[in-house]
């Protein structure tokens, strides 16, 4: 058995040195198409998120939180202070839904009033289930500045807490596609600071991540494509090395005219950036997130295309019948990974009420190999791959019965050990290879009832 694709060792190689702060390091997600070499019987599928039975987490219960329309929720973990943190945009200024019962909804048509307002909200849990939104006197309503406002007026603000900045009083950014905004505690941001070139004003969730080099940045924002004489939105793409000079926003991801790329929230797990791209339904005026992946935040590709990856409620007046939205962005803790999102009980264009919402998926979730024919094996072959570490892991669901065959070749093709994993677990033990430390080795892995999302090395496991 041999395997000449040893370029692509040094890709590999580069692609493993991510931050050492990044807890999802060294993970190798099989949903990434350089990855696999080969396929029999496989078929990549979505992972299953489960919806928190606490939902909803939060609502509009506020005299500014009129509205909370698609939320536009950015959380975060601190690690500075072990707490969960969401910056949110409610409509401050607008008509209120409530009350009204679904025949009322149905038979009065929503319009946005003049004057509509966008404001940004501050909430913070212990937990990440029951939050707080403190009176933080920052901000005026109404003559009032009791509330967790931080700012009035910008719409579809995306904040990041950057960890690897230097500047303390820049650990926390808002991004916009025209503007940035800085703050050293999240909540006393400053003045905004115009963004150059971007072509583009905000008008949905902008959000932004650091890109492969771990210097420059990745903006996205929204774009229209008008070509055939219908307006579509399609998820834009700006960079920059400075957060003040931005290159042109182009079209890096679109659907179709009836299923349109709404927004798109990015972060990177591993070797690879995930996007939760919120997919509107224009017929049925809904909106489901389905799940995207790029390796390098310019070039994309949706994973079961049309498939929701968090779907809407069945039952109108649900709290996430109308949409969901995700959050940028989710929170990966060691034994779960939690997706916040704003759902809503109505259509994206009328009268609905808004919460902010949970669903958490299992360690390395997002997409896994299982066998097209259950019958029946599947077999995974990888590309070669740096042997980084002296301990195989996976990361796999095994039913009644399953099991998951790994076997490791060199780069001459001999075998070199073999494992037999039969439980579902996150990084489990799947073999010693010593003798391949820091060379490549190749993965053939034998799926019989079970799926596989991930694999890795480690020293100890």
Same mark, same amino acid.
């Given at each position: 058995?041999?395997?000449?694709?040893?370029?692509?060792?040094?890709?590999?190689?580069?692609?493993?040195?991510?931050?050492?702060?990044?807890?999802?390091?060294?993970?190798?997600?099989?949903?990434?198409?350089?990855?696999?070499?080969?396929?029999?019987?496989?078929?990549l599928t979505l992972g299953?998120?489960?919806?928190?039975?606490?939902?909803?987490?939060?609502?509009?219960?506020?005299?500014?939180?009129?509205?909370?329309?698609?939320?536009?929720?950015?959380?975060?973990?601190?690690?500075?202070?072990?707490?969960?943190?969401?910056?949110?945009?409610?409509?401050?200024?607008?008509?209120?839904?409530?009350?009204?019962?679904?025949?009322?909804?149905?038979?009065?048509?929503?319009?946005?009033?003049?004057?509509?307002?966008?404001?940004?909200?501050?909430?913070?849990?212990?937990?990440?289930?029951?939050?707080?939104?403190?009176?933080?006197?920052?901000?005026?309503?109404?003559?009032?500045?009791?509330?967790?406002?931080?700012?009035?007026?910008?719409?579809?603000?995306?904040?990041?807490?950057?960890?690897?900045?230097?500047?303390?009083?820049?650990?926390?950014?808002?991004?916009?596609?025209?503007?940035?905004?800085?703050?050293?505690?999240?909540?006393?941001?400053?003045?905004?600071?115009?963004?150059?070139?971007?072509?583009?004003?905000?008008?949905?969730?902008?959000?932004?991540?650091?890109?492969?080099?771990?210097?420059?940045?990745?903006?996205?924002?929204?774009?229209?494509?008008?070509?055939?004489?219908?307006?579509?939105?399609?998820?834009?793409?700006?960079?920059?090395?400075?957060?003040?000079?931005?290159?042109?926003?182009?079209?890096?991801?679109?659907?179709?005219?009836?299923?349109?790329?709404?927004?798109?929230?990015?972060?990177?797990?591993?070797d690879v950036y995930l996007?939760?791209?919120?997919?509107?339904?224009?017929?049925?005026?809904?909106?489901?997130?389905?799940?995207?992946?790029?390796?390098?935040?310019?070039?994309?590709?949706?994973?079961?295309?049309?498939?929701?990856?968090?779907?809407?409620?069945?039952?109108?007046?649900?709290?996430?019948?109308?949409?969901?939205?995700?959050?940028?962005?989710? =929170?990966?803790?060691? #034994? /779960?990974?939690?997706?916040?999102? @704003?759902?809503?009980?109505?259509?994206? *264009?009328?009268? +609905?009420?808004?919460?902010?919402?949970?669903?958490?998926?299992?360690?390395?979730?997002?997409?896994?190999?299982?066998?097209?024919?259950?019958?029946?094996?599947?077999?995974?072959?990888?590309?070669?791959?740096?042997?980084?570490?002296?301990?195989?892991?996976?990361?796999?669901?095994?039913?009644?019965?399953?099991?998951?065959? =790994?076997?490791?070749? #060199? /780069?001459?093709?001999?075998?070199? @050990?073999?494992?037999?994993?039969?439980? *579902?677990?996150? +990084?489990?033990?799947?073999?010693?290879?010593?003798?391949?430390?820091?060379?490549?080795?190749?993965?053939?892995?034998?799926?019989?009832?079970?799926?596989?999302?991930?694999?890795?090395?480690?020293?100890?496991?």
């Open positions: 058995m041999k395997f000449a694709s040893l370029c692509l060792t040094t890709l590999f190689v580069l692609l493993t040195s991510a931050r050492a702060d990044d807890p999802t390091k060294g993970t190798h997600l099989l949903l990434d198409s350089r990855v696999i070499q080969s396929t029999q019987n496989a078929r299953t998120v489960e919806k928190h039975p606490a939902n909803p987490l939060m609502a509009e219960d506020r005299p500014w939180e009129v509205r909370f329309d698609n939320l536009y929720a950015n959380v975060v973990l601190d690690p500075a202070d072990k707490l969960y943190k969401c910056w949110y945009s409610p409509f401050i200024v607008d008509l209120p839904s409530k009350g009204l019962s679904i025949e009322q909804r149905h038979s009065t048509r929503y319009r946005p009033p003049p004057g509509r307002e966008m404001g940004v909200c501050y909430a913070v849990s212990e937990d990440g289930l029951k939050w707080v939104k403190p009176e933080l006197g920052v901000v005026e309503f109404e003559g009032s500045k009791a509330n967790n406002l931080v700012l009035r007026g910008p719409h579809g603000a995306g904040v990041t807490c950057d960890d690897a900045e230097p500047d303390p009083q820049r650990r926390y950014k808002m991004f916009r596609a025209e503007d940035m905004r800085y703050s050293a505690d999240g909540v006393h941001w400053s003045e905004a600071v115009a963004s150059e070139d971007t072509g583009v004003r905000s008008d949905t969730h902008n959000n932004m991540v650091r890109g492969p080099d771990g210097k420059s940045w990745a903006g996205f924002v929204r774009l229209f494509n008008k070509s055939g004489g219908v307006r579509e939105r399609v998820v834009g793409r700006t960079e920059s090395a400075d957060l003040k000079h931005w290159t042109k926003a182009v079209e890096v991801l679109r659907c179709d005219p009836e299923n349109q790329a709404y927004a798109m929230p990015v972060f990177r797990h591993g996007g939760l791209l919120a997919v509107i339904r224009t017929k049925e005026d809904r909106v489901h997130t389905e799940l995207a992946w790029s390796p390098d935040t310019a070039t994309w590709q949706r994973i079961q295309a049309g498939t929701p990856f968090i779907g809407n409620a069945t039952n109108e007046g649900d709290y996430d019948w109308g949409c969901v939205y995700a959050a940028a962005s989710p =929170v990966v803790n060691k #034994d /779960e990974i939690r997706i916040y999102y @704003g759902g809503s009980n109505g259509k994206h *264009t009328s009268w +609905r009420d808004g919460f902010l919402c949970l669903a958490t998926l299992r360690p390395d979730g997002w997409a896994g190999y299982e066998p097209v024919d259950d019958q029946s094996t599947a077999i995974i072959t990888t590309r070669p791959v740096t042997c980084s570490g002296s301990r195989l892991w996976i990361t796999c669901d095994a039913h009644d019965g399953g099991q998951v065959k =790994v076997t490791a070749f #060199d /780069e001459s093709g001999n075998v070199t @050990g073999s494992a037999v994993v039969t439980r *579902t677990g996150t +990084r489990v033990p799947a073999g010693q290879l010593e003798p391949l430390l820091n060379r490549p080795v190749v993965l053939r892995m034998e799926i019989h009832n079970a799926k596989v999302y991930s694999f890795g090395f480690a020293d100890a496991l």
